[in-house]
């Protein structure tokens, strides 16, 4: 009767290869807390490819673009100048985005903002990564993203505390 009150945690483990031998680490999370976690990054993922594409147009048109390049939040290969539109449009739309979204996330997961941040991040870069077909190397691109990353955490974060503070969650790290 007593173990119907607690909650049941499910250890979940995630296998990691090094030199081609597994290694199982066990993640101990609930499986509603997983569930909510996956929740979050998938609605984080929607939004912001949504406004990343919405920014993306809202620059092509206000640039006076040729062309519209469905591939322009991908594009890293662009040639960086202040006088070339694609550039510009690719960097303003990438920068843009990262503002608004350290904010939207704020207000959808109201707390570890910078998680899902970096989590976001490196979805983008490897995403990007698979679209373009090479990993990107170019400076000025990591450069933005870096730029917009801590401004999407940094915002992210404050407005977070500022409207949660009452509720903010902190974690408990003595088993950590």
Known sequence: MEAQGKRCKKAIFIQIYI?????SLPLHLSQNNFQIVLQNLLICAAVFYTVFYLLHIICFIALGLDSFDELG???FKENPSWLNKKYLANLISLEVTF???GLIFA????????DY?????LIHVIITSLVKMEFPLEAHWWTSLGIGLTAMICEGQILAYLL?????IYPVLDDF
């Open 117 to 121: 941040a970096c989590t976001i991040t």
């Open 73 to 75: 939040p991908f594009d």
């Open 19 to 23: 030199m081609g031998l597994p290694l």
């Open 99 to 101: 503002t608004i979204c």
């Open 164 to 168: 949660f503070r009452h509720n903010f």
């Open 107 to 114: 207000l959808l997961v109201e707390e570890w903002i910078w």
